[in-house]
């Protein structure tokens, strides 16, 4: 079984930054891709960044790309986003998922919230 749990959420005005954590619990040997996804009031949860386990390669939603950055600790278990130049319609509800294989995410944390002020 994993856990995944988020923490670095907050309020922050516009242009500022805040770096999320998703902890990870369980064995590693069969994870695939962590991912971040947001839903923000209102809308559909959507796609954020991803970084695959073994590799680190990394993929952004072009609303976030060149001012996120989505970086793992091996050893940690632990994924980050680094979000810079943060605007208003980044807030949201920022949730860490894992993948074990390529068809769908298996395992969710409960969300940590993000709301930047203008």
């Known amino acids: 079984q994993v856990q995944l749990v988020e923490s670095g959420g907050g309020l922050v005005q516009a242009g500022g930054s805040l770096r999320l954590s998703c902890a990870a619990s369980g064995r590693t040997f069969s994870w695939y891709v962590m991912a971040w996804f947001r839903q923000a009031p209102g809308k559909d949860r959507e796609f954020v960044a991803r970084?695959?386990?073994?590799?680190?390669?990394?993929a952004y939603a072009d609303s976030v790309k060149g001012r996120f950055t989505i970086s793992k600790d091996s050893a940690k278990k632990t994924v980050y986003l680094q979000m810079n130049n943060l605007k208003p319609e980044d807030t949201a509800v920022y949730y860490c998922a894992l993948a074990l294989g390529e068809i769908d995410y298996d395992y969710w944390g409960q969300g940590t919230r993000v709301t930047v002020s203008s």
């Open positions: 970084i695959t386990w073994i590799y680190g390669a990394t």
